[in-house]
């Protein structure tokens, strides 16, 4: 089946289109070509599979580059005229920003286009490293069951869906079609092209060639557990070094992307006691377009260095759980609860601007509560909770099954290797496979893994049918119901060792069932390798950045407050004996640009920035690229920050109001 075409093929054909004049010289292409391009370049296409080449790479880039450079042209011109014929009010800070954005931003893009084979050959890359250990597993695994290189070459092919199991396919095909001299000579390119960014997958697969070159079983054996024992050692030392290299990046992440920015938000509204203008537009520029960004790029720097591990398992999307989510509908009703919330926000916020003192005394006094309510509890805050509802029910409601089908799997799948054990113990003792089957489903009882067991046994004694057909027959194999690659794979290697003797296959479930909870043990340590981090992480998304941020938005509005207080008392200021009065950029921050409550709409809109890129950090760190427990995260962190930020607000500003004397 052909691939759908990537959005950047997609680019370079358009940019080939309607910008082929950006290069119409031949000449001048090539050595542009000769410098931008090293000569390892085109094996990264290669690599990555997008089917581009050079010279529309640097095609597409020149595009980009041009069309940015209009787009923000076009709303310079259009800022500046809206300036200069006062329709905005707009410093010439923000122009000399735009004009620096006007120049920096179409090298930005050009140089991002660029690279962007690069990084998308290493997103393939991790990814792929991290099927190592299944496939890894699945070769092992056949070999110790069947000595038969191309067979189990085979088997890991089929039995795996990841991305390293296409490559295998496709060495395959070129074995068949006689690219190369055998399955050794397969194997050994194979090892090679790998090679190149995990020694322990290479020497892993030297080892299980070697494996067949021994002339006894308990050799052969002994190789193959040692090549699977190099791979995950192997992988399990990569990410230690790794974790030990994120603290710095995390001390960092912290400070300028939480702390630092936080901390400053206290000094803004002092910044017009010394003629300091600051607009709302330059804090919305700051801290909601600049500072995401750049916490965005620099997670993404890390991620992109996390060396592979083990990916997730697959979610079958024919589950039965997952078949039937509306996802639109429950779209829509997640924006229609967001917007139910934020109603309250613009009654509060409208209500003043429509009516005046000259209104009745009734609706005088009812305004004057809004506006009293309004000093405690700053009416942005629901738009800010319709957002973060919008966001959880909608997370929660659509991935919250995709969550708990993955859970499922990863609790069947942690049963079945005791399960195995069992098993294996009950044939080798010359039980008949159907006994066996009952025998390991009233043992395993009160698990998710034990009703397969009861159902293959069912299969074999009341339908008298063989063992692969109880286990993967269409209408009622007792696999049918079960969603987990790694088991359907080991069921069917037990289905072909039953064509051996008894006692062999016996063994090999016994191996096979040891392998399984080393390859869990692992998994594990990986895991707690990297809890510390991550869950301080977390607590940070949920607890300290939203407690900190609460704080520092009440310290802020008092000041505001005080300042604006003593601004239209007339009162003049004094700092080390040095008199100091309001200017007119320092009225304009307090009273005319920047309302207070403002500074909560501009800090709410950071806060959801950073727990969105934050979790999406955690998980890519914890989990790899997973994007329902993403999301599934997302949904149960983003109302718990919110409700603590909030809680925090309110209580400061009521605590803070306190200590300002009566007018």
Not at 55 to 78: C, D, E, M
Not at 532 to 557: C, D, K
Request: charged share 15%; hydrophobic share 45%.
């Amino acid at each position: 089946m052909k691939r759908p075409s990537h959005w950047f093929e997609r680019g370079v054909k358009f940019s080939k289109k309607y910008f082929f004049w950006l290069l119409k010289n031949p000449d001048k292409t090539q050595q542009k070509l000769t410098r931008y391009f090293p000569l390892g370049y085109e094996d990264t296409l290669t690599f990555s599979e997008l089917n581009v080449e050079r010279s529309g790479v640097l095609l597409f880039a020149y595009t980009s580059a041009l069309l940015s450079f209009i787009g923000f042209f076009g709303l310079y011109l259009f800022l500046f005229f809206a300036s200069m014929l006062s329709v905005l009010k707009i410093d010439t800070v923000p122009l000399a920003l735009l004009t620096l954005m006007l120049i920096v931003i179409p090298f930005v893009t050009m140089n991002l286009i660029f690279n962007y084979p690069r990084s998308y050959a290493r997103n393939i890359q991790i990814h792929s490293l991290g099927d190592i250990p299944e496939i890894l597993s699945y070769l092992v695994m056949y070999l110790k069951l069947v000595p038969n290189l191309e067979n189990s070459m085979k088997f890991a092919a089929s039995e795996s869906s990841t991305t390293l199991a296409y490559d295998l396919r496709k060495l395959l095909w070129d074995m068949e079609i006689r690219v190369y001299h055998g399955v050794h000579d397969a194997l050994s390119h194979f090892a090679i092209r790998w090679g190149r960014f995990s020694e322990y997958f290479k020497r892993s697969l030297h080892l299980i060639q070697s494996s067949l070159q021994e002339k006894d079983e308990v050799s052969r054996i002994v190789t193959l557990d040692r090549a699977l024992d190099v791979s995950l050692e192997g992988t399990k030392e990569t990410m230690n070094q790794y974790a030990n290299k994120l603290h710095q990046p995390t001390v960092i992440l912290y400070s300028i992307g939480i702390m630092i920015p936080l901390s400053l938000m206290a000094m803004l509204p002092a910044a017009g006691l010394v003629g300091i203008r600051i607009t709302l537009l330059q804090m919305f520029v700051l801290y909601d377009i600049l500072l995401p960004l750049f916490v965005f790029f620099y997670t993404r720097k890390i991620l992109l260095s996390r060396p592979a591990a083990f990916n997730p398992s697959v979610i079958p999307r024919d589950h039965p759980a997952l078949v039937g989510i509306p996802v639109k509908r429950r779209l829509g009703g997640a924006v229609a609860v967001g917007v139910f919330v934020s109603l309250p926000g613009f009654f509060l916020i409208l209500l003043p601007s429509l009516f005046h003192e000259e209104t009745s005394s009734v609706f005088f006094d009812f305004l004057q509560m809004i506006q009293g309510i309004n000093a405690f509890f700053p009416a942005p805050l629901f738009f800010i909770w319709g957002v973060a509802a919008t966001v959880s029910v909608y997370c929660i409601g659509v991935y919250g099954p995709y969550k708990k089908v993955r859970d499922d799997i990863k609790q069947m799948e942690n049963e079945f290797s005791d399960a195995l054990y069992i098993l294996g113990k009950r044939i080798s003792e010359e039980k008949s496979p159907e006994e066996s089957f009952a025998y390991t489903a009233v043992t395993m009882q009160k698990t998710n893994i034990a009703e397969m067991f009861r159902q293959t046994s069912y299969n074999l004694i009341a339908m008298h049918t063989n063992i692969h057909d109880a286990l993967f027959n269409h209408e009622f194999g007792s696999m049918k119901h079960i969603y987990s690659d790694r088991i359907k794979a080991i069921m069917r290697l037990f289905v072909e060792g039953t064509q051996k003797s008894q006692q062999a296959t016996s063994a090999s479930l016994i191996r096979i069932a040891d392998h399984l909870k080393q390859l869990q043990d692992v998994e594990k340590k990986i895991r707690d390798m990297l809890y510390e981090l991550t869950s301080t992480l977390r607590t940070t998304i949920v607890v300290f950045a939203p407690l900190i941020a609460g704080v520092t938005l009440a310290i802020t509005l008092l000041i505001s407050t005080i300042l604006t207080s003593f601004h239209s008392n007339n009162i003049s200021l004094s700092f080390t004996g040095l008199p100091l009065s309001f200017s007119e950029n320092a009225q304009s921050f307090m009273v005319e640009n920047i309302r207070p409550e403002f500074f909560v709409l501009i800090i709410g809109i950071y806060l959801m920035e950073l727990v969105f890129l934050l979790t999406r950090f955690t998980n890519g760190l914890n989990e790899g690229d997973d994007k329902a427990t993403f999301l599934y995260s997302l949904g149960k962190s983003m109302p718990m920050s919110i409700v603590v930020f909030s809680i925090t607000i309110i209580l400061g500003q009521y605590f803070f109001m306190q200590i300002l004397p009566s007018s």
